[in-house]
């Protein structure tokens, strides 16, 4: 057991499948009209089903790589491909191959959960007698069920993260980006969180996740550690230990943010 009560570790491994990665980055690079260089010539594989973490301190990087996959900023130079298509030419293509989940709340308070779910089932292309069967077994897996018609302005942080879950999954997509999505809520509500994310990476869907929580860092297969743009460590947590001499995750985290203060002072 981990800190925060959560499951004593991460999935096994992806399930057999596909040998394709689910993400590949080259080079990737994203300069800003104000001369700021977000992301500096990244390269990155993320494996089918496996739950990967992306870490570094605020302005490293890790919202703007995001984006980048999701298509929802152009690279300035390089090339990177989600499940098997180009960001830069299919970027409407692969949003529908993807979920996204911020830390930022994006649920309409004044539907209900149905509501919520039925909606953005729809925006991701599910209709009619299919919506609705998947919509009664999704939210049975999430545990949703019993609060189908409570107002979303009305649940807890805990419930309205489990919505906002429930509504990035809801099309069934191949890849889930998770952008700090437990922050601000309480540590049951994390564990709950984590087991419904291991549960997906079981079923085959592979997931990037941002978090200042390195109890969370901890229960990834693999971690990617960003500075000012740079990729500056990757590998287990072990890896990742050994690479930069720190005993814990949590050092390793405090070292960058101390290095990268000092660096923009």
């Known amino acids: 057991m981990t800190a925060g009560g959560a499951p004593a570790g991460p999935p096994a491994g992806p399930p057999a499948g596909p040998p394709a990665d689910a993400v590949v980055i080259e080079g990737l690079r994203k300069v800003f009209h104000s001369g700021l260089v977000a992301v500096d010539h990244l390269d990155l594989t993320i494996h089918r089903g496996e739950v990967f ?3 570094g301190p605020n302005g490293s990087g890790k919202t703007t790589t995001i984006r980048m996959l999701c298509g929802l900023l152009t690279p300035t130079a390089g090339h990177a491909s989600v499940v098997g298509h180009d960001v830069a030419r299919e970027p ?4 529908t191959k993807i979920g996204y989940m911020s830390q930022r709340y994006g649920l309409y308070d004044d539907l209900t959960v149905y509501e919520n779910l039925r909606f ?3 925006v991701y292309g599910l209709h009619g007698r299919a919506r609705v069967e998947r919509l009664d077994k999704h ?5 949703l069920t019993s609060r189908r018609d409570q107002l979303a302005g009305t649940l807890s942080g805990g419930w309205k993260q489990r919505l906002a879950l429930a509504c990035a999954t809801a099309h069934e997509p191949e890849m889930l980006f998770l952008d700090e999505p437990t922050a601000g809520v309480d540590p049951a509500a994390r564990r709950a969180f984590w087991t419904s994310i291991y549960q997906l990476a079981q079923g085959g869907t592979t997931i990037l996740v941002t978090t200042h929580y390195m109890d969370e860092a901890e229960r990834c297969q693999r971690l990617a550690f960003l500075s000012r ?3 500056i460590g990757l590998g287990t947590v072990k890896e990742i230990l050994e690479h930069f001499h ?3 995750i949590e050092d390793v985290f405090i070292e960058l943010q101390e290095r990268d203060e000092g660096a923009a002072a």
């Open 53 to 55: 973490g992306l870490l």
């Open 92 to 95: 409407e293509f692969i949003r």
């Open 246 to 248: 720190q005993p814990t």
């Open 120 to 122: 953005y089932a729809t």
């Open 139 to 143: 939210m049975e897996a999430i545990g």
């Open 229 to 231: 743009g740079h990729l």
